[in-house]
């Protein structure tokens, strides 16, 4: 089932921090960040598993609460290279074979000078 | 290491009319993908292939067939192309289900 983001948009000024959520009423195994800037492919940022710890990347950050089947995400001290759409992506955790994948709508992340 | 290349970047079609997008990947993956992107709306899976000689129906199946050429090679077929196909179609592979996505620049669709 695929996750709801929050917020649709988001519009910041340079050096501005942000939060991106992402939360399915599905009990999650993994979630997974991408950035996506416009009219190219998405781009992965970061994996959270269940039972892992939070994670890190430069200055975009992410945790996952595995109880309350939500992640989110933090972007501080915004740069302009940080504008694009944030997707998150879910990975059910299933007693099948295979565990079913979803992407959010996505959060447009607009960094302003 | 060109990743995951797509071939067309482009394409018109009439209604009714059939095509089949290329997808290949060089990074030894085991999984591949296939994703419809629509305006304002999230990635939404077509058909994957968790790994060589298996393929499985995503959220959006209605429409398509694909075929798990090799390891390498994920091919999407669209049998009679309908203006609601009318979309971006991503490609993308993992090292396998589960792992992080590398995705293909993309075929930009257009049925008339």
């Known amino acids: ?113 | 290491n060109a990743g995951v290349t797509q071939t067309p970047k482009f394409q018109v079609l009439k209604t009714g009319q059939s095509m089949t997008l290329q997808c290949a990947q060089d990074m030894n993956h085991n999984s591949m993908y296939w994703y419809r992107q629509d305006p304002g709306m999230g990635l939404r899976l077509i058909y994957y292939s968790a790994s060589e000689g298996t393929t499985d129906k995503g959220e959006v199946p209605n429409g398509y067939n694909v075929s798990r050429l090799n390891k390498r090679e994920f091919s999407l077929r669209l049998e009679s192309a309908a203006p609601s196909q009318t979309s971006v179609y991503f490609c993308a592979s993992s090292a396998r289900e589960g792992y992080e996505q590398y995705f293909g620049p993309g075929t930009r669709l257009t049925v008339t």
């Open chain 1, 1 to 113: 089932q695929q996750p709801v983001q929050s917020p649709q948009a988001v519009i910041l000024r340079e050096g501005e921090d942000a939060v991106i959520n992402c939360s399915s009423s599905k009990a999650l195994y993994s979630v997974h960040w991408y950035r996506q800037k416009h009219g190219e492919a998405p781009v992965f940022l970061m994996i959270l598993l269940k039972g892992g710890e939070q994670k890190g990347h430069e200055k975009i950050s992410a945790s996952f609460n595995e109880k309350k089947q939500q992640s989110s995400l933090y972007l501080t001290a915004s740069q302009l290279s940080y504008s694009g759409t944030y997707f998150c992506g879910t990975e059910e955790d299933s007693r099948d074979n295979f565990n079913k994948f979803y992407f959010g709508s996505g959060t447009k992340l607009n960094v302003k000078p």
